[in-house]
């Protein structure tokens, strides 16, 4: 199991990962957004020289406000468009994945509209990700796509999509959290993990390890007993990196004791 973390977009891409480093990450997930870290400002080839030199591999992780169930045929294609920019800078990147984010910001229309208009898109996707060899994966999304019914609209049809499992995503807007329902119904299928802590409800808080009432051993145990020692990133957002390396060491305790 390797644990990093993911920049900031408002931040210097090389800085991010000198600090990432510094703090003995395995690899960073590179989040190709704006203002600084966009896939048009981006150099790939320095960033990848860059990993090179310190040891370290990343993930592919997208902006989550790209637009693709736009009921505007055009802005859907731009944001198309985009994602195909990322896949391509990650492909320079050496990154085996990259995420999606399944649009849900479209009022007015029903749900069927939208998980049509995603699939249009994930199609599209589909192909270029294969010529590129980064695989695609959508992360689960409190409110639209955070249940195994919610999810099967879009990975039943589309079968080599992947899930990127975010496990505090999976503690909102839930009656319960739905990480064992999802690591039980796509063991083979979960190419990328989120891990960050909450106390429910609507608040997306993204807490340090232990800070909220996640049960983060149950669900580590669901995980390593399907078969995952892949990737995990650390989605703790805080100015105090202390946090973040006691996260760290967390995971890796609990880790090496579940089994």
């Known amino acids: 199991m390797l644990i990093g973390a993911m920049n900031h977009p408002q931040n210097d891409l090389l800085s991010e990962i000198a600090w990432m480093k510094k703090l003995n990450l395995d690899f960073i997930d590179i989040s190709l957004e704006p203002p600084l ?3 048009w400002r981006i150099d790939p080839h320095e960033m990848r020289a860059a990993l090179d030199d310190v040891g370290m591999t990343c ?7 790209l637009p693709f169930a736009s009921p505007f045929e055009s802005i859907r294609k731009a944001a198309v468009a985009e994602a195909i920019d990322c896949l391509e800078a990650f492909a320079v990147l050496g990154a085996k994945y990259m995420n999606l984010h399944p649009d849900r910001f479209i009022p007015m229309h029903s749900r069927k509209f939208w998980v049509e208009r995603n699939l249009v898109s994930l199609h599209e996707l589909h192909d270029a990700s294969k010529q590129l060899g980064v695989a695609l994966m959508i992360e689960n999304l409190p409110g639209c796509f955070n249940t195994v019914k919610e999810l099967a ?25 739905t990480a064992d329902e999802l690591i039980a119904r796509w063991p083979r299928r979960i190419y990328h993990v989120h891990l960050h802590d909450n106390t429910g409800g609507h608040a997306d808080l993204h807490l340090p390890l232990g800070a909220g009432t996640i049960d983060i051993q149950r669900h580590l145990r669901a995980l390593k007993k399907s078969g995952y020692d892949g990737t995990i990133t650390l989605e703790v957002f805080t100015k105090d990196q202390y946090y973040l390396a006691h996260s760290r060491e967390i995971l890796r305790k609990l880790w090496d004791s579940v089994h």
């Open 37 to 39: 870290a966009a896939s």
């Open 153 to 177: 609209e879009l990975l039943d049809e589309v079968p080599d999509l992947g899930l990127h499992l975010d496990i505090g995503h999976s503690n909102l807007q839930v009656p319960y959290n």
């Open 59 to 65: 993930v592919g992780h997208t902006a989550f406000y």
